[in-house]
């Protein structure tokens, strides 16, 4: 999809330390620390972790200086098309997609009221941020690790695949997924660490670790402060 907003992507691990500088630039991007924030604690759900890990991102935004941030209360199929949730997603200027549950945060937003809401709003100009679950979902394709299949995503970054946690775990999956998705670009994104688009059509990477872009059989690293196009 071709919008007007900026998509940021970070690899996990996200409220603290290094990742600051992603989520600062993210708010700069975003038009400011007044603007409405929005954390979507889907992902969290399933274990019931939604409300903690909604509050995390509260509490971390407002350390940054954000003066309007909340978790909306989307945390299934039901709420994922309530009128109230749709609303204040539409208005939002930083929309940020907490990680967890993969396949159900996927599944729950596809074809959401809420979702296009959170579109109209990335194509007004919002940023759309996902962190591990949250940026696998955002792409063309995610895996799922509970049945080791390749799933469509919601296609905001098209024929990609983020790989999160890559410098912990996630660096296992880039073989078995280079080879069920040979035609795509893979994004290992390391933890603390993330990537944000830029208005030439690139991506620019901060935090503490670097991405590493896996494609046409080869693989690049990219540190913070870099810059790189997919």
Not at 5 to 27: K, N, V, Y
Not at 126 to 136: E, L, P
Not at 148 to 174: D, K, Q, Y
């Amino acid at each position: 999809m071709n919008g007007r907003g900026a998509i940021a992507l970070a690899g996990g691990a996200e409220f603290g330390g290094a990742m600051a500088d992603l989520d600062r630039a993210a708010l700069e991007q975003a038009g400011g620390l007044d603007e409405p924030v929005r954390i979507i604690p889907t992902a969290a759900a399933p274990d019931n972790n939604h409300q903690r890990a909604g509050q995390n991102g509260v509490r971390w935004f407002k350390r940054l200086g954000a003066r309007d941030v909340a978790a909306v209360p989307l945390i299934d199929s039901q709420s994922a098309s309530d009128a109230n949730v749709a609303d204040a997603l539409r208005v939002s200027r930083l929309i940020y997609l907490l990680g967890g549950f993969t396949h159900y945060l996927g599944q729950t937003l596809a074809g959401s009221t809420g979702w296009q809401a959170a579109l109209e709003a990335y194509t007004g100009g919002a940023v759309i941020t996902g962190s591990s679950a949250g940026a696998m979902v955002l792409c063309e394709w995610y895996y799922n690790p509970e049945t080791s299949r390749i799933e469509p995503g919601l296609g905001l970054v098209p024929n990609a695949c983020v790989i999160p946690h890559h410098n912990t775990f996630g660096r296992n999956w880039a073989p078995r997924l280079a080879a069920l998705l040979p035609s795509a670009t893979l994004l290992g994104i390391d933890e603390r660490t993330g990537m944000l688009s830029t208005t030439d059509g690139g991506w620019r990477v901060y935090g503490q670790g670097s991405v590493t872009c896996y494609r046409e059989g080869r693989a690049e690293a990219y540190a913070a402060g870099t810059g790189f196009q997919l």
